[in-house]
């Protein structure tokens, strides 16, 4: 799925450090999506985050290190909220080897693996339609919004919620970008 010394695996609690500072270089991602910097303890957060709703075996956060570096995470919930469906709770790339085609290569082969195992849809939730990059890459990738809603983050700011679907395996349109 990736090439030269990237290696795409499952985040263990003793990557918790690595996904903070990754999470940290990437706080962009959190100002525009909650309206706040990255927290201190957000990487723990991504350990639990949708358990609530799916057993252990099927919430996978995965990151993708190049030599033993942290450069880009994936949390997802399988078969949620239906059967046949996974959710992408969050893409991050670290902001130098964003548009380098890593993310567009994470997911092509993630959406792969999950059609093998009878994963027809996967869903993006609580995708902000600010985030304009993040837009024309998931539309490249074959995703369709499904609704829109104006919510409330922090501070009183708001954003406008997306609910994107995309029919697994993922394929790209035009161009390649993460």
Known sequence: MLSGS????????????????????CDDYSRLSFGIPTGSADAQSQFLEGLQYVPAERKHLL????????????DLLEDYPEHGTAVLGMVVVEPERRGQGLGTDILLGLSSELAGRGIRRLRVDCHVAENTEAVRWLERLGFEELSRAQITVAAGQTRSRVLWMAELPLRTKEGTGS
Do not use: I, N, T
Not at 6 to 25: F, M, T, V, W, Y
Not at 63 to 73: E, F, I, K, M, T
């Open 6 to 25: 990237q290696q795409a695996r499952a985040l263990e609690s003793e990557d918790g450090p690595a996904l903070q500072d990754l999470l940290e270089r």
């Open 63 to 74: 990151g993708c290190y190049s030599g033993d570096r942290l450069v880009a995470a994936v």
